[in-house]
């Protein structure tokens, strides 16, 4: 065996140790790789002179071992590292404008530590939540310090009418001097089988009811209103509306004559309707649907 074979064989001994296990290794090109740029004749080492050093050898082994270790970390870090896909992205987008940190979430889903950690490293003592809510809380930021919520904080709004429950702010303005601590909740859209943390009632602004003519209908007529858009009824809480909170039952299922006076998204496609045997006073829905910014049924 002559002397490159050799080092070959070393070579995939101590790749062997190196490689991830349990894992792919390296793949066959990589090897293939190594493999020849191993198999090269060395370059010619010239003799020292005196007071001067030439490393010969000693440099192309080193440069071998630098090209084996970019291939191994190629191997291991993916096809982002050599430019084959994206590269991983910070979850929050923080700059510094006018007086503000402007802040933006990328990743919605991120690890709430990855969030911590970069507004640490901003000098913000905060802290970012982001929750699954219904459609109508989607994007909506609440700061709060304590038990006050954080006016210091300023919104940064989607232009125009974006149809939800209090705006739809896209970042959020916190001055350079702030020097509290604060904890923010975001709302995000649920992943399916995702229970909202913040819930409306299913006919505010941005839910699928709204402007529904739905109250004192029976619940086989507001099933099939629900069902067109995208919502089954999961299950019903059953009560006298007209009387003191908390008199109601939950039940998985009423007779369809019941009727409808309210009800809320649970999760994405799924409601909690709330149901009576007596239909809710006329003055009283007209003044739902006048609060919501519905034409009167």
Not at 170 to 197: H, M, Q, T, W
Request: aromatic content about 6%; hydrophobic content about 35%; glycine content about 12%.
């Amino acid at each position: 065996m002559n002397g490159g074979s050799l080092m070959n064989a070393d070579l995939d001994r101590v790749v062997a140790h190196l490689a991830p296990d349990p894992g792919p290794g390296l793949s066959d090109g990589a090897r293939q790789l190594m493999h020849e740029i191993m198999e090269g004749d060395p370059a010619p080492v010239a003799k020292p002179s005196a007071g001067r050093w030439r490393p010969g050898w000693r440099l192309r082994l080193t440069a071998v071992g630098a090209v084996a270790a970019a291939v191994l970390g190629a191997t291991w870090l993916g096809p982002s590292w050599l430019g084959l896909g994206p590269d991983p992205v910070a979850a929050l987008d923080i700059k510094q404008e006018d007086g503000y940190y402007v802040i933006t979430v990328k990743d919605l889903y991120a690890d709430p530590d990855n969030y911590e950690a970069q507004l640490q490293a901003a000098g913000l003592d905060i802290s970012l939540r982001v929750e699954p809510v219904s459609a109508a809380f989607e994007g909506q930021v609440f700061p709060t310090s304590g038990e006050r919520y954080v006016t210091e904080f300023e919104p940064i709004e989607e232009p125009g009418d974006c149809g939800k429950v209090g705006g739809c702010p896209v970042g959020l303005k916190i001055p350079i001097g702030f020097k509290g601590s604060a904890d923010i909740r975001l709302g995000r859209a649920a992943r399916p089988g995702e229970k909202y943390r913040s819930i409306t009632s299913f006919d505010a602004l941005g839910e699928p009811m709204h402007c529904v003519p739905y109250m004192n209908k029976p619940v086989a007529e507001v099933r099939e209103m629900l069902r067109q858009r995208g919502v089954t009824i999961e299950e019903f809480s059953v009560g006298d509306p007209n009387r003191q909170p908390g008199n109601s039952e939950t039940k998985a299922s009423v007779p369809d004559s019941y009727l409808v006076n309210g009800g809320s998204l649970t999760e994405p496609g799924k409601a909690m309707v709330s149901v009576w045997t007596a239909p809710m006073k006329e003055e009283y829905v007209k003044n739902v649907e006048t609060a919501n910014g519905c034409p009167l049924s």
